[in-house]
């Protein structure tokens, strides 16, 4: 049953297409093109602890290796205006007796020279009826919000609002690597809900600095 919940994510090399077989094809008893999912659980009240249910085995839905952030490669010049910037910022900030904040754009120049030079590892994703597992740290449904997808540095992404730090989860979706958007999102809809938040006021700033200020 979860090969064929696999097959269904992760997409059929012989049919591009979910959804019921062709009207020449109906007469096919089985239809491997329907994303199935688990059934429902039976709910059995424990025989010990009055007011509990027996617990539900975990049951794994699809697995997947996927780069741990999005990547592009920039220019020399995308390297330049960010030097140069930093430069002219802790400059202003030094005159002005603010030596502190110096280090923090030293350091914010270095963590984005870093994130654009080296390519991120490949890290193992799972789905399960508990939630979803990043390699082997757990994140229940329970401390999930929102879902949604967007774009990021080229690259189509999974976003997952979180309750508790980091805050978010970002799934880097591959065409053929990772499990398609439209699977993703049927399978999640069944227990989040599909909505972009609002810009935070940082993310706000840093969408005008990029309108105002191309690095590349």
Avoid: C
Wanted: charged share 25%; hydrophobic share 45%.
């Amino acid at each position: 049953m979860f090969e064929k919940i696999k097959t269904a994510l992760f997409g059929n090399q012989t049919e591009e297409k979910l959804g019921p077989p062709p009207e020449s094809s109906q007469d096919q008893t089985i239809n491997s093109y329907d994303v199935r999912m688990p059934g429902q659980a039976n709910m059995e009240k424990s025989r010990i602890a009055p007011g509990f249910y027996r617990p539900i085995p975990e049951e794994t839905l699809v697995e997947w290796d996927a780069p741990a952030r999005p990547f592009k490669k920039h220019n020399r010049q995308f390297f330049s205006t960010v030097l140069i910037i930093a430069v002219l910022i802790s400059l202003i900030l030094f005159f002005a007796g603010q030596v502190l904040p110096v280090a923090v754009v030293i350091s914010v120049v270095f963590l984005i020279y870093v994130t654009a030079v080296i390519p991120p590892q490949n890290v193992h994703y799972k789905l399960t009826n508990y939630g979803i597992y990043v390699d082997k740290e757990a994140f229940s449904w329970l401390v999930m919000g929102r879902f949604w997808f967007d774009d990021k540095a080229g690259q189509r992404v999974l976003e997952i609002e979180l309750y508790k730090f980091p805050g978010r989860l970002t799934f880097v979706l591959i065409e053929g690597q990772t499990p398609r958007e439209k699977d993703l999102e049927g399978a999640l809809s069944e227990i989040l809900i599909k909505e972009k938040p609002q810009l935070t006021t940082y993310e706000k700033i840093a969408a005008w600095l990029k309108d105002k200020i191309p690095l590349e």
